[in-house]
């Protein structure tokens, strides 16, 4: 199975604050990434698929890039309804693997 | 407005089985796959299984640690997807979401979610 490694695991962060968070593939996923956000007791939500395109509806301060083993989603300016958990995941092949999740909180 | 309404969790004792439905309203699920995700309390996202659609012949795929025990199928003419879970172990408590996969794209990426039906296996 391939392993996705989020870092960091957590982070505190001001509102205003551009934020930016890693996901590492144990090998390579060509450019099968998404990023998922969610809020306590909520369903997961695509911000970006394929990497680095923007899920209709998503605000432009969400972007995401890379290809291969190493990816970042970059929150250019932290809005206070960002504050939640951001999970990668790999659909390069199956099972399709979750990273552990970073968990962006209020600092 | 597109959407995904889980059901069928519940309390179950281990060995016991349940099975989780998800209806779709807004859109037609027949042209999208369906996937099955759970989290444990506290816990992270685990993929647990993904049907595809009448055209790719319902092929389905699932996770390594419910095989033989839970199985994916689809009801094109209810709107609804279904996951059977036999032979339930505590370590199956969690709550379970379906996503759906609308986007026009070479994977299959979930883009519409419910918001997921919890299952509880104690005795």
């Known amino acids: 199975d391939i392993q996705l490694t989020q870092s960091p695991s957590f982070l505190s962060a001001s509102v205003g604050d551009r934020v930016t968070i890693t996901c590492r593939a144990s090998q390579g996923i060509h450019n099968y990434l998404a990023w998922f956000q969610q809020k306590p007791g909520k369903a997961p939500k695509l911000l970006i698929y394929?990497?680095?395109t923007l899920q209709s509806g998503v605000p432009s301060r969400f972007s995401g890039s890379g290809s291969g083993t190493e990816f970042t989603l970059t929150i250019s300016t932290l809005q206070p309804e960002d504050f939640a958990t951001y999970y990668c995941q790999q659909l390069n092949s199956y099972p399709q693997t979750f990273g552990q999740g970073t968990k962006v909180d209020i600092k | 407005e597109v959407q995904l309404v889980e059901s069928g969790g519940g309390l179950v004792q281990p060995g016991g089985s349940l099975r989780l439905s998800c209806v779709a309203s807004?859109?037609?699920?027949?042209?999208?796959?369906v996937h099955w995700v759970r989290q444990a309390s506290g816990k992270g996202l685990e993929w647990v299984g993904r049907?595809?659609?009448?055209?790719?012949?319902?092929?389905?795929v699932d996770a390594a640690s419910v095989r033989g025990r839970f199985s994916i199928s689809r009801d094109d003419s209810k709107n609804t997807a279904y996951l059977q879970m036999n032979s339930l172990k505590t370590e199956d408590t969690a709550v379970y979401f379906c996503?759906?996969?609308?986007?026009?794209?070479?994977?299959?990426?979930?883009?519409?979610w419910g918001r997921g039906t919890t299952v509880i296996v104690s005795s």
């Open positions: 394929a990497a680095s």
């Open positions: 996503g759906a996969t609308t986007i026009p794209a070479s994977r299959y990426y979930i883009d519409v």
């Open positions: 807004g859109f037609t699920l027949s042209g999208s796959a």
């Open positions: 049907i595809r659609t009448k055209d790719n012949n319902y092929a389905t």
